[in-house]
């Protein structure tokens, strides 16, 4: 790992076990890693790539985690990118399969990645004309009374109370 820090701007190494570490590094110089990792020290398939909403830093973390299949340890690639500017340099030209993370994190987080295919076309939410549904200030139960008819009959429960009433229906 030394000679990646020193060739990266690496702002952090976390070794959470053995077989898996987190390495954290500035946005410009995150897919060169990747493509370092993968073309020069095996880690040849890509597991996934997914966020994190850091809503009261105002950013967004990006993990690729990556595998290498020889020695069976797993990397994942850590990026913080603003909120205000949630884009990121494409990676689907190492494999494919991430035109479809690339898609579906434009989709639900609105984190754009310039010249991945396909990456402004519908992809699970069609239609959809509100913020993205995964970023924490999306307002879910809001979403829910503006865009559902309330249902006659229905009523909400306090959990403990619920509970003490179903297991002890004699007490008052």
């Not at 865009?147 to 619920?162: H, I, K, L, Q």
């Amino acid at each position: 790992m030394n000679d990646i820090k020193t060739q990266f701007d690496i702002t952090e190494i976390i070794e959470q076990r053995k077989n898996l570490s987190f390495i954290t590094i500035a946005k410009e110089h995150a897919i060169s890693l990747i493509t370092y990792l993968r073309d020069y020290k095996g880690f040849s398939h890509l597991v996934l790539l997914t966020a994190v909403d850091w809503l009261e830093d105002n950013k967004f973390q990006l993990t690729y985690l990556l595998n290498n299949p020889d020695i069976k340890t797993d990397i994942g690639v850590r990026v913080k990118i603003s909120r205000d500017d949630a884009t990121m340099q494409t990676a689907h030209q190492l494999w494919e399969q991430v035109a479809t993370y690339q898609r579906e994190l434009k989709e639900m987080f609105g984190i754009d990645f310039p010249g991945s295919p396909d990456v402004d076309k519908p992809f699970i939410l069609e239609g959809w004309e509100d913020k993205p549904p995964y970023r924490r200030d999306f307002d879910t139960k809001q979403y829910s009374e503006d865009t559902y008819f309330p249902r006659p009959g229905r009523e909400s429960n306090d959990p403990a109370e619920y509970m003490k009433k179903k297991l002890y229906p004699d007490e008052k």
